[in-house]
């Protein structure tokens, strides 16, 4: 019972520092130039506040004011510290040349908010457990450092669920956070905080965190744009891991903006900062810059249109389908894809993930403490014995009808067990076969690009009860590119439409829905075009490894060919 009462005493004590922390930011913003402080475009910002034409002071009043209206409005934030994001400013305004930068200080002046999952020197670092909370973090990551020596403005956490892993963003130390477009809607997996956040304009770059969508999620639900790199690309170093120690699925750390222009930019200027000099993680792999709409080459485009588990949903089918119409409008060549099966990278994945039987992920969780239904879920199912779920799965195979139509769940169930170390390197050498299969299908296919959706689903429902019925399973549009260690964006592309996008009024009836496996049909039922009408709809571009500026182009590629053959560039709202 002690462990109840901490939690419930440490939550009521983080609650009131946020409060705190809010009180005294609305006290420090008093600019008066907010449109023209905010409309500028991070490069724009940089050669601003460098040139003397912005005051650094008054982007943190301006981004200040954004994030606290961010804040009323979604409950994106953990922690808000502008009077010591001002206090470091005034601190370092003398110029300091970056080795290896073309300009002094490239990210000076641009305010830039972290997940709290990020360590920031004097601040918490929670990931959404009351027990990790009250306890600062001794020393920034690496990745603040370096974004503190390119003269970044850091100033905001963002929340974050209990554990992470999960399709809504909700946890006892910081309540729920909300989609921007629609309250009832989640903002996006474990960095929505950061992408409410950017959604509102409170924010120029979050810094999350992705092991199977965590900023890709929150880029395709709440409008904006993030690209996932290969691990080792970008600093991780200090970014702690909600499954830690975990080496063959690892946490990549990854940026999310609100524009494209602004990700590109942030990811160019990290990188021309020679990150591997600040953490031992990262590759020493110089920026390779990549202007295919300049160039005019025209590209191959793969398209993976349904991962064989979980079909997408009207409206993320349209974005994908229209994406693909104004790209062969371009002249690119768009064809079909059928990659080695996405179900077996879904189980070799999984099993690796949770090879500890999902201790590592509640390790800090306290009686009493919420968590995710669906994380509850497959504790549980891990907990199972091996026997009962196979059983399980035979009875799955013999008694679901039509025939077969629960085959991948089945397969899925029964193999889904706490590993054994042995076990766990049998299962990285099938992790490599696996990629090695990829690596040769899309090499013999010649594609440029795999397109894709980020989930079947627009959105996920706030309630989290939703996200147990879909499951994790449902995931795996985004996490098969963590377990390949590829390179993936995620980008707006319309919005859901409720009577264009609407599923057929006896759709529960038709053999579609009827040869759907269990997790399909859950999937299909949480779908409600018309509660969903207005938000944003995106698809993923799906890169090789390494391929950071080669995705942020063919990302550019696509925004093109949708402004310029397609039903035109998506256009953000603004709150």
């Given at each position: 019972m002690s462990?109840?009462?901490?939690?419930?005493?440490d939550?009521?004590?983080?609650?009131?520092?946020?409060?705190s922390a809010?009180?005294?930011?609305?006290t420090l913003?008093d600019?008066?130039?907010d449109?023209?402080t905010l409309?500028?475009?991070?490069?724009?910002?940089?050669?601003?506040?460098?040139?003397?034409?912005?005051?650094?002071?008054?982007?943190?009043?301006?981004?200040?004011?954004r994030?606290?209206?961010?804040?009323?409005a979604?409950?994106c934030l953990a922690?808000l510290?502008?009077?010591?994001?001002?206090?470091d400013h005034?601190?370092?305004?003398?110029?300091?040349?970056?080795?290896?930068?073309?300009?002094?200080?490239?990210?000076?002046?641009?305010?830039?908010?972290?997940?709290?999952?990020?360590?920031?020197?004097?601040?918490?670092?929670?990931?959404g457990?009351?027990?990790?909370?009250g306890?600062?973090?001794p020393a920034?990551?690496?990745?603040?450092?370096?974004?503190?020596?390119?003269?970044?403005?850091?100033?905001?956490?963002?929340?974050?669920?209990?554990?992470?892993?999960?399709?809504?963003?909700?946890?006892?130390?910081?309540?729920?956070?909300?989609?921007?477009?629609?309250?009832?809607?989640?903002?996006?997996?474990?960095t929505?905080?950061?992408?409410?956040?950017l959604?509102?304009?409170?924010?120029?770059?979050?810094?999350?965190?992705?092991i199977?969508?965590?900023?890709?999620?929150?880029?395709?639900?709440?409008?904006?744009?993030?690209v996932?790199?290969?691990?080792?690309?970008?600093?991780?170093?200090?970014?702690?891991?909600?499954?830690?120690?975990?080496?063959?699925?690892?946490?990549?750390?990854?940026?999310?903006?609100?524009?494209?222009?602004?990700?590109?930019e942030?990811?160019?200027?990290?990188?021309?900062?020679?990150p591997?000099e600040?953490?031992?993680?990262?590759?020493p792999?110089?920026?390779?810059?990549?202007d295919?709409?300049?160039?005019?080459?025209?590209?191959?485009?793969?398209?993976?249109?349904?991962?064989?588990?979980?079909?997408?949903?009207?409206?993320?089918?349209?974005?994908?389908?229209?994406v693909?119409?104004?790209?062969?409008?371009?002249?690119?060549?768009?064809?079909?894809?059928?990659?080695?099966?996405?179900?077996?990278?879904?189980?070799?994945?999984?099993?690796?993930m949770?090879?500890?039987g999902?201790e590592?992920?509640?390790?800090?969780?306290?009686?009493?403490e919420?968590?995710n239904?669906?994380?509850?879920?497959?504790?549980f199912?891990?907990?199972?014995?091996?026997w009962?779920?196979q059983?399980?799965?035979?009875?799955?195979?013999w008694?679901?009808?039509?025939?077969g139509?629960?085959?991948?769940?089945a397969a899925?169930?029964?193999v889904?067990?706490?590993?054994?170390?042995r076990?766990?390197?049998?299962l990285?050498?099938?992790?490599?076969?696996y990629r090695?299969?990829?690596?040769?299908?899309?090499r013999?296919a010649?594609?440029?690009?795999?397109?894709?959706?980020?989930?079947?689903?627009p959105?996920?429902?706030t309630?989290?009860?939703?996200?147990?019925?879909a499951?994790?399973?449902?995931?795996?549009?985004?996490?098969?590119?963590?377990?390949l260690d590829?390179?993936a964006?995620?980008?707006?592309?319309?919005?859901?439409?409720g009577?264009?996008?609407?599923?057929?009024?006896?759709f529960?009836?038709?053999?579609?829905?009827?040869?759907m496996?269990?997790v399909?049909?859950?999937?299909?039922?949480?779908?409600d075009?018309?509660a969903?009408?207005?938000l944003?709809?995106?698809?993923?571009v799906?890169?090789?490894?390494?391929?950071e500026?080669?995705?942020?182009?063919?990302?550019?590629?696509v925004?093109h060919?949708?402004?310029?053959?397609?039903?035109?560039?998506f256009?953000p709202?603004?709150?």
């Open positions: 462990s109840f009462f901490r939690h419930r005493v939550v009521a004590r983080k609650h009131e520092q946020l409060r809010v009180a005294r930011a609305d913003c600019s008066d130039s449109d023209k409309g500028l475009s991070l490069a724009q910002l940089a050669a601003a506040c460098a040139n003397n034409d912005v005051d650094p002071v008054d982007v943190l009043h301006a981004y200040g004011r994030a606290l209206a961010a804040h009323e979604t409950n922690d510290f502008l009077d010591h994001a001002l206090a005034a601190a370092s305004e003398r110029p300091r040349p970056v080795p290896g930068s073309d300009t002094p200080r490239p990210l000076l002046g641009v305010p830039v908010s972290i997940k709290d999952c990020i360590d920031v020197a004097g601040h918490d670092t929670t990931l457990f009351s027990a990790r909370a306890h600062p973090a920034d990551a690496p990745l603040v450092r370096l974004l503190r020596d390119a003269g970044a403005l850091l100033y905001a956490k963002t929340a974050l669920p209990t554990a992470c892993l999960s399709f809504e963003c909700s946890s006892d130390l910081f309540g729920a956070t909300t989609n921007p477009y629609n309250p009832a809607f989640s903002p996006g997996a474990s929505g905080g950061g992408g409410a956040l959604a509102w304009q409170g924010s120029l770059v979050e810094v999350g965190t992705d199977g969508g965590s900023v890709r999620y929150p880029a395709a639900y709440c409008g904006v744009y993030a996932k790199g290969t691990h080792g690309r970008f600093p991780s170093t200090g970014c702690v891991s909600c499954t830690p120690g975990l080496e063959a699925i690892p946490t990549v750390t990854a940026p999310l903006a609100r524009t494209l222009d602004d990700l590109q942030f990811w160019r200027r990290v990188v021309e900062m020679r591997w600040y953490d031992h993680t990262c590759a792999i110089p920026w390779r810059s990549v295919y709409v300049a160039s005019g080459k025209k590209l191959k485009f793969g398209v993976l249109r349904s991962d064989g588990i979980v079909p997408p949903t009207p409206a993320a089918a349209r974005a994908l389908e229209e693909a119409a104004a790209l062969a409008k371009q002249g690119h060549e768009v064809v079909d894809f059928s990659p080695p099966s996405p179900l077996e990278g879904l189980k070799i994945g999984y099993q690796l949770f090879s500890d999902a590592s992920v509640l390790a800090s969780r306290r009686i009493g919420f968590v239904p669906a994380l509850l879920t497959v504790r199912i891990l907990r199972l014995p091996l009962l779920k059983f399980n799965a035979m009875l799955l195979r008694f679901s009808r039509p025939w139509r629960n085959d991948a769940w899925l169930l029964e889904f067990h706490p590993r054994t170390a076990e766990e390197r049998d990285v050498v099938q992790r490599d076969a090695a299969a990829w690596h040769t299908a899309w013999d010649e594609l440029d690009f795999l397109l894709t959706v980020p989930h079947a689903l959105a996920m429902p309630d989290p009860k939703a996200s147990d019925k499951t994790l399973v449902s995931a795996n549009y985004a996490f098969l590119y963590n377990v590829c390179t964006g995620a980008m707006p592309v319309t919005y859901v439409d009577a264009r996008d609407a599923l057929p009024p006896d529960r009836r038709s053999p579609t829905y009827q040869a496996n269990d399909a049909r859950a999937v299909h039922d949480l779908y075009a018309s969903m009408h207005g944003p709809v995106g698809v993923q799906v890169g090789g490894r390494f391929a500026e080669h995705v942020l182009a063919g990302m550019r590629v925004e060919a949708l402004a310029e053959s397609g039903p035109g560039a256009l709202r603004r709150f």
